[in-house]
């Protein structure tokens, strides 16, 4: 049974007074699992974790994602383009949010029409539909969230991999100069140049395209105010340059839902692709004189896609806060996923070592 919860966490600025804001409820998938009662864990109470799914082939994932999070996140909200139909009726047909909005994956189109191109849609849709939290994580089905590392971020700041403001959260686990994972990406070269690569995931990545790339996105920016386009221009010393990279783990504070939904709908009234909507829109945004809580995140990683991966970055002297893709199942023959047998023990087990690592007591009662 849902209950509706009333949440006391600010809805506007920090520190300033609001009416009590009512919760709607989440789908059944939010609820936790067990075994046991619910860990005693707070760092993320009044934050919504937004995970989304570019393909309903890729569903069977959430489970092992809940098993291992919901011990830790409170309030989480699947969302994807396609019911838990293949799941069974009971259990599955309301759990998870459908927005199916550009979902279709069409390789035959003359041009990359993947699935997942527009699922910033998918984050718009849970921030409007879902008020009353103090923060959104958004994060896709195949990450691995490093909660030991989360749960030190302030939740009043933006939090992505900028390659433009940066704040770094100390790391004990990691001497004060130690390397990062490169940062985001800014549109610094010419039209003409990339629509001269062939690669869309090459040196040109998808600015060049063209029926979502630069010029289409650069049809959105012009419309966003003013005031926001120049705190974005100087910070990229002038006009015309967008920020773009992976869109796989990224924070925004309640008080900042009002600007995020203005000027992400803007970029949504075009076809702009996620990877470049969404971190443009977190720049705009930007408070003055804040900075973006930097993520150790990692992406177009090589394999292996399991905790071995992180294991391995650790001995090579990096932090991994998250990283895409993890592999929660695989593709068996008949085009589906099935989960890993593995997945879900070793990302406790992943968990825990970094409780250790960032020399915190991890909270009593995790499933083990």
Not at 112 to 125: D, L, N, V
Request: proline share 9%.
């Amino acid at each position: 049974m849902h209950c509706t919860c009333v949440s006391s966490a600010p809805v506007t600025a920090p520190g300033a007074t609001s009416d009590r804001c009512v919760r709607r409820p989440l789908p059944v998938s939010s609820e936790y699992i067990g075994p046991g009662a619910r860990p005693d864990f707070h760092a993320f109470d009044d934050v919504l974790l937004v995970v989304f799914f570019s393909h309903d082939r890729y569903d069977i994932n959430l489970d092992g994602y809940r098993e291992v999070y919901s011990p830790y996140f409170p309030n989480i909200l699947f969302i994807g383009p396609a019911s838990r139909e293949d799941r069974g009726f009971i259990m599955h047909s309301y759990d998870v949010v459908l927005d199916s909005y550009l979902s279709r994956e069409d390789f035959d189109a003359g041009w990359f029409k993947m699935g997942g191109r527009m699922a910033h849609h998918m984050f718009y849709t849970a921030v409007k539909d879902y008020p009353c939290y103090s923060g959104y994580m958004w994060a896709p089905f195949d990450a691995m969230l490093n909660v030991p590392r989360f749960m030190q971020f302030p939740q009043d700041h933006i939090w992505y991999h900028s390659p433009l403001t940066q704040r770094y959260v100390p790391n004990p686990a990691l001497p004060a100069n130690s390397t990062k994972h490169p940062p985001a990406a800014i549109s610094e070269r010419t039209p003409q140049y990339y629509y001269e690569e062939t690669n869309a995931w090459g040196a040109g990545w998808i600015w060049w395209e063209r029926n979502m790339g630069r010029d289409v996105c650069m049809r959105a920016y012009e419309q966003v105010p003013p005031h926001m386009r120049q705190r974005l221009e100087g910070f990229i010393d002038g006009p015309g340059h967008l920020v773009g990279g992976s869109a796989d783990t990224m924070y925004l504070p309640g008080f900042l839902r009002g600007d995020f939904l203005d000027v992400l709908g803007i970029f949504l009234q075009t076809d702009c692709f996620l990877e470049i909507a969404l971190p443009t829109t977190l720049h705009l945004i930007l408070p003055v004189g804040e900075e973006m809580v930097w993520v150790d995140h990692w992406w177009k990683n090589p394999p292996p896609w399991n905790t071995k991966y992180v294991l391995g970055k650790w001995d090579e002297g990096y932090e991994v806060d998250s990283f895409h893709s993890f592999h929660w199942g695989d593709i068996r023959d008949d085009g589906f996923f099935e989960p890993n047998k593995n997945s879900v023990a070793d990302m406790r087990a992943l968990l825990a070592a970094s409780f250790r690592r960032q020399r915190i007591r991890p909270p009593a009662g995790l499933p083990s």
